[in-house]
């Protein structure tokens, strides 16, 4: 049974994406079917295709009580749309359908596990609750668990937050035939913790432990959290809220960490090895795995800031747009990103550079565009290299810069003239290990963002820009003089 809710919610996104062309769309990135877009929900595998919902308001193109959008793909890169899943029409998740996760269940279903959350007011005040919950469903259509929540605070420790309890992950563990979840919470000391729930039915959840906490040390609330292994080590990956700048590495704010560490199956003790930053970008958030079904370990997030979430260009019928997925590695106990190999059965009109010689300012026939993908390798030409220089979604008002200084060891990302609206942050400069003095840089641009990895994927940055469509122009310098190898494509869907 569907309820009035959530037919509404069907009707108007149906109604609404009629008059947003494909052409005011980012052209690979997912983006809302209407109204607003955040965190990504239930990124996973069921019955062969790939799912991806998402936190959705499909009535403004601001936040609003949550629902969750659907979208489904084969490749990762193409995507359509599905009804919106759920909607918040019950007592429990009144004020909203919180993030979440989903999975194939065993008996073939798709369950979906999100944090309902309720409000009610008594004696004048509002009172917050947020638990978990449970939708199950078929690939389209879901029907809420009569007995949710499954897991409220009162499996958690004494004196954790009732409030801040959310954004379940859940997985299915074949070795121990188990279903696992990982939720955030905010603990008696204020900050963020991962509490790891287990249960064989997918419906009976039991408090297993706590995984790693915060203790005050990276930001309050850990939100959106994921627990997984790679390469031998295993991951945590979470959002924090209220970061404290330090060093290059965090900066204010919602911030995106991995935990790398080991972790002790039989007794669920997972011991942190190091801590740093996913992505350096402007614009990153609430990340998401799944495992692939020839075994990668594939990422989703965000590509938006809550900080920037107010910066909605004049005239925009959308907004929110999810990263293009990526492909994760381990190397030396660092994480290490690269775009899923499918978009590269969207490259068009391939053209190739070998030694060019930078140092003023350089445009190449056939390097241009808003849409592309491009490999770049650059080798000092002597001593004298000091800076290398891309700008791009430029035209004579706007551009937006990456520059990269290899004495400093920095880069810095600058889309200060790309069109936003609001005076938000437009600038980061983050750490780019020493390679000698080379440099390998991977560009995905679409027509509102571009996502840069840099050495490899050992360092990543990914930031929305609004430049004009006519602001295609590419740009390359360098002072001091340097070398540049160059492989570039447009993409097309
Ligand atoms: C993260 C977040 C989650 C929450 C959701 C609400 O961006 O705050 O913690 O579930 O967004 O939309």
């Known amino acids: 049974m569907i309820s009035e809710l959530l037919k509404k919610a069907r009707e108007q996104e149906k109604e609404t994406e009629r008059y947003i062309g494909e052409d005011e769309r980012p052209v690979y990135h997912l983006s809302p079917r209407a109204g607003w877009m955040n965190d990504p929900n239930g990124f996973s595998i069921y019955k062969g295709t790939i799912h991806q919902f998402y936190q ?3 009535y403004k193109t601001e936040w609003g009580p949550m629902h969750w959008g659907h979208a489904v793909s084969k490749d990762y890169v193409k995507w359509d749309y599905l009804p919106a899943a759920i909607a918040p029409d019950e007592s429990y998740d009144n004020f909203g359908c919180f993030s979440g996760g989903a999975v194939e269940t065993k008996d073939g279903k798709q369950l979906l596990v999100y944090t309902g959350v309720k409000s009610e007011h008594k004696e004048g005040k509002e009172i917050i609750r947020q638990t978990q919950c449970l939708a199950f469903g078929d690939g389209a259509d879901y029907e809420k668990f009569r007995q949710n929540p499954v897991i409220d605070h009162k499996s958690i420790p004494e004196g954790w937050s009732p409030v801040d309890f959310r954004d379940p992950k859940i997985w299915f563990d074949e070795e121990d035939d188990c279903y696992y979840i990982v939720a955030g919470n905010r603990t008696e000391d204020g900050s963020g913790a991962i509490l790891l729930f287990e249960s064989k039915d997918g419906k009976e959840w039991k408090f297993v432990t706590v995984l790693d906490r915060s203790r005050n040390e990276y930001g309050k609330m850990w939100e959106c959290p994921d627990f997984f292994e790679l ?3 295993h991951f945590i990956f979470t959002s924090p809220q209220f970061m404290q700048a330090r060093t290059l590495e965090f900066h204010n704010g919602n911030g995106n960490i991995v935990i790398v560490g080991s972790y002790d199956r039989k007794n669920h003790s997972f011991v942190r090895e190091s801590v740093s930053a996913i992505d350096y970008g402007l614009d990153f958030y609430a990340m998401q795995t799944l495992k692939s079904e020839d075994g990668r370990r594939i990422m989703t997030a965000w590509m938006q800031s809550w900080e920037s979430s107010k910066a909605v260009p004049e005239g925009q019928k959308w907004f929110g747009q999810m990263i293009l997925p990526r492909e994760l590695s381990c190397k030396d106990g660092r994480l290490y990103q690269r775009p899923v190999r499918e978009i590269e059965n969207y490259r068009k009109e391939h053209v190739s550079y070998r030694d060019v010689d930078l140092f003023n300012e350089t445009t190449l026939p056939g390097v241009s565009g808003k849409v592309c993908d491009m490999e770049l390798e650059l080798v ?4 004298s290299f000091r800076e290398f220089k891309i700008s791009f979604h430029s ?3 706007f551009h937006t810069d990456f520059i990269y ?12 003239y790309s069109g936003f609206p609001n005076d938000i942050n437009n600038k980061r400069e983050f750490p780019v290990r020493y390679n000698g003095g080379r440099l390998k840089l991977r560009i995905l641009l679409d027509r509102f963002s571009a996502e840069i990895f840099v050495n490899d994927g050992g360092s990543t940055c990914s930031s929305t820009v609004y430049a004009p469509e006519d602001a295609g122009k590419i740009s390359f ?10 492989d570039f494509w447009k993409l097309d869907k």
């Open 477 to 486: 310098s360098a002072k001091g003089s340097a070398v540049m190898n160059l």
């Open 231 to 233: 390469d031998g080590k």
């Open 380 to 383: 000092p030409n002597g001593q």
């Open 56 to 58: 959705y308001y499909p």
């Open 395 to 397: 035209n004579a008002d």
């Open 405 to 416: 200084r290899p004495e400093d060891g920095i880069a810095i990302f600058d889309r200060t």
